[in-house]
Structure formats: C-alpha cells, structure tokens
C-alpha cells in the first residue's frame, strides 16, 4: 500500500500537501486536489484508511432521494435504515452519489470525505454499475431493494415475483379474464418481476396481455387515480387490476370511490404493500405484503458489523419472500361489467365482446 510520501513523490507535491488534501483541507486548489486524489486512487491509498471508525453510516442515491416517483418504499426504507444505524451507535445521513463525487476520486475516498464508515445503496436501472464499481474497491456497503449477479455486492431484497404470480392466478380463479397491470414507470427489479409475473400467469391461463391493459404510471396517490381512468373509460374495462406499488393501490380505491365503484362488486383490486399501508383502506385491501422498513433495518444491522468486524463478516446477498394476504377488495367476476367516462359518468353496460 502506498505512503503519503510515495503519493506526493508521484504527484509532484509535498507530504503536507497529500496530507492537507485527504483531510479535505480547503486551502488546497481544485487543480492540486485532483491530481492528488486521482494519484491516491491509483495507488488505492483510501482503503488503508477505511478501519478508522468514524461512527457514521449513509444512505445513498444516485440522484436526489424521496421524490415522488419512487414511490413510498423509499419512504420506508430510509425509516428503517436510520432506526437501524443509530440503534447501533451510528449517526445518519444522506449522499447524492452524482451531486459532488469528483471524477479524480474513487467512491472510497468520496464516502471519507463525507465522513462515512459505510453506506446503504438504494439504485435503478441505468445506474446499477455505481454499485458494482463501489464493490469493487472495497468499501463497506449494502444495496436494499435490488438484486446482483456480481457476487461482490452485497443486497437484501423482496422475492415477490411468485405471490404475484399467485394473486393473479387468484384472480383468475375467481373467474377473471380481463385483468389490468398498473405498473410502476419507473424500472427496477422488483416491478419487472411482478410484470413478468403477471404476463406469465395470464399467458399459461390461455388470456391474452392486452397492451391497453397495461398502464404505466408514477406510482403516488395520482398515479393510480389516473389507471382508474384509463382503465374504466375503456370499451371493455376490465373487471379486475393488480397494482405494483402501495401508493399507486391506495390512488386507485380512491377514484373508484370518487367514481362510485364499488369495491369488490363491480372491480376487484389487488395491490402491493410494503408497510401497513392495506390496514388504513377501506375496505383493506388484497395485497403481495412485504416490510421495506424491515430492509432497511436489516442493512443497517448487517452494515454495523461489517463496519466493526471487518470483511470476516458473512456477505449479504438475502431475498426476503412476500407474502399474499387476501383481504377485502377481491371478489368473484361481475355479472355485468360497468363504464365509466373519464369525468367521471357513468355510461351504462359495457362491450363484453
């Protein structure tokens, strides 16, 4: 492992130099940082640092946190991990992994100059390589609600592509044939298993995924209000939707009772929720259940001994099974299905061809 001399003989610069600037001292240039760190990199001198306990343990994004398409997973999420941080002695924060990362810095020496031990990952598709790389050098860390083949990095993850499976196949068994997929828009693995989910049940059931039948949307309170319309203003609505994501679910009762449809005698709802969300609806909801907040404080956990033993420690790479909790919004298949305007009026039976 590289000395700070070796690094300031390479870099051109004085021992004081290198020093000042792994100490982010503010007196030291941009220009003369870069070189330093980008020589500090190379000679991977940030991981002999990594065993100071700083007491301190982030939550990380590839972009800005808790925006509104996420979702409320990410709500959740960031809940557990910070009671699972500071249960264990850790303070908490938050790091935009794109905002202020300097390219002459590795994501080791990026973390420390945040003044992080550690730090659980949250990423999406397009951004998945930020985790390996951050694997790659070493540094302790957790990715919550994805899942890697790179066996380097560490994740804890719902496994809900088979309780889907088994809430659709529910609905089949209840005599539904139409069935819409409100799906979250934006791409992650775990709403591309509950789609996969969905278009293999309906495929082996002999059932035809029709693409008006499927309805990409942000997955917040509006989001499914707007499938409701969508879905019901159709020809030939389908009598019954499987939601992906808690909020999109909750969106959807609500505009079926702004539309004066009733739940589950004129449209079964299926939905998910990663929290306690289905017990505050009425009626509660039929849903693939899983704890988001448990992640976290499962990352959070397994991320403090990491920190404290070591790389001794067990890797994490753990897929939590969802259950499916059948509840109160699905029933069998309406005599007559019903259609609705997307204003809101209801235009009498609809086109059962």
Not at 222 to 229: D, L, P, V, W
Request: aromatic content about 6%.
């Amino acid at each position: 492992m590289a000395s700070l001399r070796d690094i300031a003989k390479n870099a051109g610069v004085s021992v004081a130099t290198v020093s000042r600037t792994l100490n982010n001292s503010p007196d030291v240039s941009e220009k003369l940082r870069d070189r330093v760190l980008r020589e500090a990199k190379r000679a991977g001198y940030a991981k002999s640092e990594a065993s100071k306990r700083l007491g301190r343990i982030g939550l990380g994004y590839p972009g800005e946190p808790i925006k509104p398409e996420l979702g409320g997973f990410d709500a959740s999420v960031m809940s557990g991990v910070m009671h699972g941080v500071m249960s264990h002695g850790f303070d908490f924060g938050v790091v935009n992994l794109l905002a202020d990362k300097r390219s002459s810095e590795s994501y080791t020496q990026f973390f420390r100059r945040k003044g992080l031990d550690g730090v659980v990952l949250r990423t999406f598709t397009g951004r998945r390589h930020i985790c390996e790389e951050i694997a790659s050098e070493g540094f302790p860390a957790v990715v919550v609600g994805d899942r890697f083949e790179d066996e380097r990095v560490n994740y804890i993850c719902f496994d809900s592509e088979l309780e889907t499976a088994a809430a659709v196949d529910h609905l089949v068994h209840l005599g539904h044939e139409r069935i819409g997929l409100c799906v979250h828009a934006v791409p992650d693995t775990d709403h591309e298993d509950r789609r996969r989910a969905f278009e293999h049940v309906l495929a082996s059931k002999g059932l035809e995924v029709e693409r008006d039948l499927v309805v990409e949307v942000i997955a917040d309170i509006n989001g499914g209000a707007s499938a409701i319309n969508r879905f019901m203003s159709l020809s030939t609505p389908p009598t019954a939707i499987v939601f992906t994501d808690p909020l999109s679910t909750v969106g959807g009762l609500r505009r079926a009772l702004e539309l004066n449809i009733r739940v589950p005698e004129e449209l079964s709802i299926v939905g998910f929720d990663d929290g306690e969300l289905r017990r505050y609806t009425h009626p509660i909801y039929t849903a693939v259940c899983g704890d988001a907040a448990d992640l976290g404080r499962a990352a959070a956990a397994w991320l403090a001994r990491r920190i404290d033993r070591g790389p001794s420690v067990e890797p994490m790479r753990v897929r939590r099974n969802a259950y499916l909790e059948v509840n109160s919004t699905t029933a069998a298949t309406p005599a007559e299905r019903i259609r609705v305007s997307p204003d809101g009026r209801r235009l009498g039976p609809a086109d059962r061809s």
